[in-house]
């Protein structure tokens, strides 16, 4: 299953709405059926994105981003804002100069690499392009290898 796709993002705050609406509210995944923000990520709970084709990380603790690629191991540390929408978070910034919108929304999630399995769907919004991937927590880790 493809985890990377590349579009024209019209806005990043519609890309926001609609990743942060897109799931269907159900039983313990922190999404209110009455439209309370979404609870189910501690304030100062670590987040980690990950994604494939192309390979990226995205580690989040307190207001700071890390995002890794191949080209850039050591990374680029960002500051983030959160945001707690109904249906999952939503992080902004700006990454060497480009807006920057990172959603995670409760969803079981592969990465299609490895036999791992994510408790959250990852979307990176990125200078136009859109890409996919998974997410965990400190408290909601993957299932599987830690290291296929």
């Not at 084709?53 to 989040?60: D, G, K, S, T």
């Not at 991937?133 to 408290?139: A, D, K, L, R, V």
Request: net charge negative.
């Amino acid at each position: 299953m493809p985890t990377h796709h590349r579009c024209t993002a019209p806005s990043l705050g519609l890309l926001l709405a609609a990743a942060l609406s897109a799931c269907a509210p159900s039983g313990d995944d922190g999404i209110d059926p009455e439209g309370k923000t979404f609870d189910a990520v501690a304030p100062q709970e670590a987040v980690t994105m990950t994604g494939t084709e192309p390979f990226w990380n995205l580690a989040i603790s307190g207001d700071e981003g890390l995002w890794t690629t191949p080209d850039n191991q050591p990374g680029t540390a960002f500051p983030v804002t959160r945001f707690a929408g109904n249906n999952g978070l939503g992080f902004s910034g700006t990454l060497d100069g480009k807006a920057f919108t990172a959603t995670l929304t409760p969803g079981e999630c592969s990465d299609g690499m490895s036999d791992r399995s994510f408790p959250f769907v990852a979307t990176i919004a990125l200078d136009g392009e859109t890409l996919k991937g998974c997410g965990y927590t400190e408290s909601q880790p993957f299932t599987g290898d830690a290291a296929p």
